[in-house]
């Protein structure tokens, strides 16, 4: 709001009629002008009513005075009416009700509330969507149309301790997402959080064949990129496949038998440039981070020239992060670009050696040690150092007690049960709650 201004001019009256009128402007994101203009007698009156010939003078001085006093209350009622008017037509647009969400659902105030701090309670409210009624939920997470007969995992909702998560108002967020390009970077999990609010969004949407895949796409895990479309409101929600962040590259010269591909730590990924020019970029890594998906298949990390074969799994990780900090300081236009990095997602496999996968019918009441994790401590002592503010979604906390909520053996590979990933609906729902609460409100890790 840049401001309001206040123009009032009086002009010459024929009577002592005095008219007014007040015009009122009110728009978002611009000035706000609020126009009056007064007619009063106050600089001349009827000829005949200050005619000479008035056979009593001092009645004319009393009508003089009446009519300053009229002038006098009109303004200040004037007065009145401009502020309340702007109590009325300017507040609201500033409330976070105008930003997507209903003030009912508010204890007090976001500011100063850890939403990432709280438990989770039953609320038949759950689930926001129905995964088989949405052509952009993979099959492999929509667990109860794999088979699960359960569906208690669906009823849960994050509720921190001390307020609420703004209720998902589809309607608002829709709106506030027009002519805009949201961008989610990273592995798998990424992928879910982007079906996820592609999900939850499409249930505001009417015509869904308004809404497409931008190259007429499956969603499949084996594509780099895609783009789903709401044509409707003009904006896109894209996916880049980039499980590192940084360059996964060919053999090195020189390099020992048993490499046979490296992680070249110092350099983003070669489709960074892709990213840029978003209005909002999503960020994760963690769950290929791990011996089997690197040294188990002869991957190992190099900097600049130089193979680091004895460097930990840790140590790459942090200067990955490094890697992909400096590009952010370097590339992200902060006017334009609203940066979030979303942190590890814990799985819980009974024997992660033999992949063993229980799937429980409820939350756990303890986490268990999985509310902590190196990747996340690491993600967040990377971006504490920063130039430029990163929101924080912690999310690996809340997400620790969920060891219902895995896709398990409901998945599209039966044969293979899954703890790590998870159902949709189902816990990528709520990162995606505690993302617009970021967003549009102070979510307590905006860090700098």
Sequence with gaps: MSGIEIMSSYRKSKSLNRSSSINKTILFGRSKSFN???????????????????????????VSQ??????????????????????????????????????????????????????????????LYNASECPFAEQGFNCLGNGRSDNDYLKWRWKPKHCDLPRFD???????????????????MSRTQWESLICLLMTGVEDKKSVYEVNGNNITKRIRFLGVRFSSFNFTIEFFR????????????????????????????????????????IFNTGQWWVPGKLFQVGCYF????????????RTAFRLALGTWAAWVERSIDTNKTHVFFRTFEPSH?????????????????????????????????????????ITVLNITSLSSFRSDAHVGQWNDNQSAPD??????PGVPDVWNEIFFSCLFHDCGLHLQ
């Design 302 to 313: 190099q900097v600049g020239n130089s193979l680091k074969l004895g460097m930990s799994i």
């Design 36 to 62: 009056r203009s007064t007619l009063s007698p106050l600089n001349g009156g009827s000829p005949k009513a200050l005619s000479a010939a008035s056979p009593r003078p001092n009645r004319l001085s009393c």
């Design 419 to 424: 703890c790590a990933h998870w159902c949709l």
């Design 170 to 188: 589809v309607y608002s967020i829709l709106e506030r997402f027009r002519n805009k390009r949201i961008v989610f970077v990273g592995d798998s």
């Design 349 to 389: 496999w009974s024997d992660q050696s033999h992949r063993l996968c229980n799937v429980t019918q409820n939350p756990m009441t303890e986490p268990n040690g999985r509310e902590h994790h190196v990747f996340s401590d690491s993600v967040l002592e990377v971006i504490k150092n920063v130039k430029i503010p």
């Design 242 to 281: 980039s499980v590192f962040l940084v360059q996964h590259g060919l053999i090195p010269r020189h390099a020992p038998r048993r490499v046979t591909s490296t992680l070249k730590l110092d350099k983003l990924d070669n489709i960074s440039n892709e990213w840029l020019h978003a209005d909002i970029l």
């Design 66 to 127: 009446w009519s300053r006093m009229l002038i006098v209350i009109g303004l200040f009622v004037s007065f009145i009416i401009f502020f309340a008017g702007g109590y009325i037509y300017v507040l609201p647009s500033l409330s976070p009700e105008f930003l997507g969400y209903s003030l009912s659902v508010f204890n007090n105030s976001m500011v100063g509330c850890d939403i990432f701090n709280g438990s989770w309670v039953l609320d038949d409210a759950y689930p």
